[in-house]
Structures are given as C-alpha cells and as structure tokens.
C-alpha cells in the first residue's frame, strides 16, 4: 500500500519506517524541513535502537521518503496515519494538531480521487476521532464519512528505547474503524503481519484500549513505590518483599515441564524513583480529566499520579541523611533519560532531583549515554556533563542513580577500593546493596530494624 504519515516523532518515524521494511511505500510529512533533509538522508532525527539501520535501508531503496508537502505525500495514497502530539495542558488534551491535520487531510480529500481511510494513531481520549477528527474532515472535504472516505483509529504500544522490536514483533494490533471498509482498509495495511492477534472494534474503544493499558501499568509502578515506600519505614527491603510477590504462579506461571516464566509485566512491580515519559503521566493525567468530565472520578488514578509526583524527592530524602546541608557538596546524577535505551528526558525524575540539587547549592556532574543532547538544553551550564562514567564520578561524595542504563552496571568495580568511598543512592535498585560501602536505596531502610519491622 501507499501509505502517508503526519508527523516523524516517536510514533510516527518509528511506525512509517517499520512499514517501509515490511514493504509498503511510506512518505513521512514533517513541517520542519530541516528534520525532513535529515529523514531524506538516512539520519534520524531522535534516537531509537535499530531505527538508524532501518531508516538508511529503506530511503535507499526508495520505499521511504520525507516531505513537507501532504499534498505530495496524499497524492495515490490509500491509508494516512495521523501521528502528531497530543500535549497534556492542565485539564485536557491539546488537540489544536490534530485538528489542524486533520483540516489540511479534508482539504486534500475534496480533490482526491478514489477510497481513501484516515487514521487516527496519536493517543487521544475515547471519542476524539468520531467526534473531532470525523467532523473537521467531513466539512474540510464536503464528502461524507462511511461514504467517500473511511475513518479509523490504530493505536501504538510501542516502548520508547524498544520501539522498533515492538513494532516489528507486536504483541497485538488494535484496527479501531467507523464502518467495515475503514477496518478493512487498516486490515490490508497489517496484512504484513499475518499472525498477530488482531483486535477489530470501534474507534472509541480502540481510543479507551490505549489509555486503559498505559494507566494499568503507570498504576503497578505506583504501587509497588508505595509499597516500597512502607518497605523502608519498617525496616523491609522492597526488593526481596517483591522478589516473592513476583513468584505467585498467577504472576510468574509454571509451564507443565516445571519451567517458570517470568514475563515482562513484572518489570514494572518493582520500585524505583518513579516514572516518566511522553506517555504514562500524561496519559494517566487525560485519562483523569476525561473521567472527570464524563462525570466518572478516577480516584485510584488520582493517587498514581499524586505517589508519582512525590516518589523523586525520595533520592533527596535519602542522600539528605548523609549530606543535611547540600551547599558545595559534589554530586554525580547518573541518568538523564527517563529509561534506558532513549534520548527522551520527558518527565524524567532526574529533572526535579537535578534542579533541588542545583537550588541546594551543590556541585553536580551528570552523565547519560545518550540523552546528554537533550539534558543540556535543560540545564546548560549549571551543570558539568561528562562523557563517561568514570569521568562523572570522578571526585563525587555521592552518587545519585536514576535511570536503569546497563552501563551503570560497573560501578561497583569503578568505586572497588576506593580510599574515600561516595554514597551512593540507587534509585532503581538495580545494584547490589552490599557492593558498596556506603549505599542507600528506594525501598531499603539503612540501619537496625524497627520494633515495627520485626515479627
């Protein structure tokens, strides 16, 4: 198929390249020229892992290109995936792009000759294509949905870092459409895909699928933070607590030859300095406001986000036991990205601990393998970046560790010996807790146990 997509971020590169490997003929729209010539030349203009190699492949044999025209990209196109941003702003979702694509969409359709099916692929809140996008396209083009043109809506569950894997290997495909040849038409699109459990459905539950999975494993996080949270004032270490939990048979299930899997889900019981990302606190927050609006509080998820919010300032509880007074002292943040694997520093607890730290007065260096970029256009000078590990530090009293990137794996070796050891504060328990000699951890209490954390 000829396929148009609007807009080249996380979702929309990601998803226009993977097409193009599986063999349809994909032009990405863009109005930023600059990254369009980036896209044209094989570079890609975020980081994904494998996306470069793909990207390259495929704009040299001509089954992928950039523009910054949607006429040009529309022209014999039969399926255009709306893939812009969907800004949280306070009490709802900001659809002032989606509505503007899919106002130029309509008026390309006017002229446009033969079946066409726009789909909707942002996140958006249950009801925003049939009752926004449907409308603007119905009155940009004077032509009738369900008629002229078809309407879908195909959410993406790819993991930030992984999304080129989760595309390429989904572990379902959601073809939300307004009327039988809408789903048919996103049908041919995941032909490629032939043995992947395909859910066909409405729009609207298409759109509540998205948000309902995201919020499900936001809220397992949260938990397991507040579990954690406990863990550490009665004298209990979360780790070890979870490590149990996880072996429940409903969670990790016992194959017939005795065999335990583990599945993936798990990850995210476990407690850490909380989440972040383009996706799960604004997600979360929409869902909320959605929830509020339609008259159905989401009290539960109120109280994911409120544990989210509070869960970063708990590195700076931990290194305050050792340091009360920040001023001067140096401190090595190792981590800017809110996960491993991405550039991507959206929402990321490295950026509230990393601005206390600087308002405390202290001497921070920071390293991440790939989101130093994007970290410096937050802090600038204000803070050192280093290349390497090693180099960050280098010197350091304490070390704070945000974000899970495997390379932080050596530090143990890197600080083995050491004559003046620093903190350090493992944010993501990712360390073990005896390889240093000075360790605070989330969900881990230094010290004796309380009497309330015996028996």
Not at 240 to 261: C, F, Q, W, Y
Request: net charge negative.
């Amino acid at each position: 198929m000829k396929v148009a997509v609007i807009g080249t971020g996380y979702v929309g590169l990601v998803s226009g390249v993977c097409l193009a490997e599986k063999g349809h003929e994909v032009t990405c729209v863009d109005l930023d020229a600059a990254k369009v010539a980036r896209i044209n030349a094989g570079d890609p203009p975020i980081y994904e892992l494998g996306l470069e190699e793909l990207l390259k492949r495929n704009v040299e044999r001509g089954s992928l290109r950039a523009t910054t025209s949607l006429a040009e990209a529309m022209e014999g196109a039969e399926i255009s995936l709306i893939a812009v941003g969907t800004p949280f702003e306070g009490d709802a979702i900001d659809l002032k792009y989606i509505r503007a694509v899919a106002a130029e969409i309509g008026a390309e359709l006017r002229a446009h000759t033969g079946h066409h099916t726009v789909v909707v692929k942002s996140t958006v809140v249950p009801g925003t294509t049939e009752d926004v996008v449907l409308p603007i396209l119905e009155e940009a083009s004077g032509k009738r949905a369900g008629v002229d043109f078809g309407v879908g809506m195909n959410p993406e569950f790819l993991r930030e870092g992984e999304a080129v894997e989760d595309f390429m290997e989904p572990d379902r495909i959601v073809l939300g459409g307004i009327d039988e040849a809408s789903i048919a038409a996103l049908d041919r699109l995941y032909a490629v895909f032939p043995d992947v459990d395909k859910v066909r459905t409405s729009p609207r539950t298409a759109e509540m699928i998205k948000y309902t999975a995201n919020s499900l494993l936001a809220t397992l996080i949260s938990f397991s933070n507040e579990i954690g949270n406990l863990c550490a004032r009665v004298g209990v270490d979360v780790v070890e607590t979870m490590a149990g939990v996880h072996l429940d048979k409903r969670l990790s299930p016992i194959l017939g030859n005795g065999t335990r899997v583990s599945p993936a889900s798990l990850t995210y019981l476990a407690a850490g300095c909380g989440f972040g990302g383009s996706c799960f606190p604004k997600d979360v927050k929409a869902l909320i406001a959605y929830g509020r609006e339609t008259g159905s509080p989401m009290d539960l998820l109120e109280s994911v986000i409120r544990v989210n919010e509070a869960q970063p300032a708990k590195m700076l509880e931990l290194l305050g036991r050792h340091f009360p007074d920040l001023a001067g002292r140096r401190i090595a943040v190792l981590g800017m990205a809110f996960k491993p694997g991405t550039d991507d520093i959206r929402e990321s607890p490295s950026l509230p601990v990393t601005h206390a730290l600087i308002e405390a007065g202290a001497r921070v260096t920071a390293y991440d393998p790939i989101a130093r970029h994007e970290a410096e256009k937050v802090f600038g000078n204000r803070i050192a970046f280093r290349d390497d590990l090693g180099a960050a530090i280098d010197g350091a009293e304490a070390i704070l560790l945000m974000t899970r990137w495997p390379e932080f794996e050596v530090l143990p070796k890197l600080l083995e010996g050491h004559p003046a050891p620093p903190l350090v504060v493992d944010g993501r328990r990712m360390l073990p807790k005896d390889a240093f000699a000075r360790y605070e951890g989330i969900g881990l209490r230094s010290g004796p146990e309380t009497a309330a954390g015996r028996g």
